[in-house]
């Protein structure tokens, strides 16, 4: 599992030098053979792999208010061992919106690493960030032990600043 993911990452086209590195940190830290899933929450090891998911209609993104991170964040999750990070997105979708979900593209358009904040802060999450398709009327029935509610933002109207600091450079690399 851990080859095909690494092909994954490495056809991942950097939106910049910042991308460009995260990918070659993330490669040397796939090849060096630590564990990349999380195996004991919240943080153990301090570094895992997060797929995140971004449902898209038009210039909208879903968004949610999630409870632990108290950010407006993506949807995704923690890749489980033995699962590849698109599979976690669709597991994912379906746990916490009751959708199923349907790819943009096959692989993730954009790789980050970001120190976590809020309630569980600390540790690193390497996020895959995949696009699904999405409706704004589509109806949601989200994970309310997770998130305090759901919105689509248009995207010029995100709040950048509550939420993932990389968000804004994924909507550059997703609206170009």
């Known amino acids: 599992m851990r080859n095909k993911i690494i092909k994954e990452i490495q056809a991942i086209q950097p939106l910049d030098k910042l991308e460009s590195e995260t990918i070659n940190e993330v490669l040397h830290w796939f090849e060096s053979g630590v564990e990349i899933c999380r195996i004991e929450k919240p943080d153990v090891p301090n570094k895992h792999l997060v797929s995140y998911f971004v449902l898209v209609d038009g210039d909208y993104i879903l968004l949610v208010d999630h409870i632990n991170a108290q950010l407006w964040l993506p949807t995704g999750g923690h890749v489980e061992p033995n699962e590849h990070p698109r599979f ?21 358009l954009f790789i980050t690493c970001t120190v976590t904040v809020g309630k569980t802060a600390g540790h690193t999450d390497v996020s895959l960030w995949y696009v699904l398709k999405g409706k704004r009327d589509m109806k949601l029935v989200f994970d309310q032990s997770e998130f305090h509610g759901v919105k689509w933002f248009h995207k010029d109207e995100v709040p950048l600043n509550r939420t993932d600091p990389e968000l804004g450079r994924f909507l550059e690399k997703l609206y170009r």
């Open 88 to 108: 976690t997105a669709l597991r994912e979708a379906s746990e916490e919106l009751s959708i199923q979900g349907d790819f943009l593209q096959d692989g993730p």
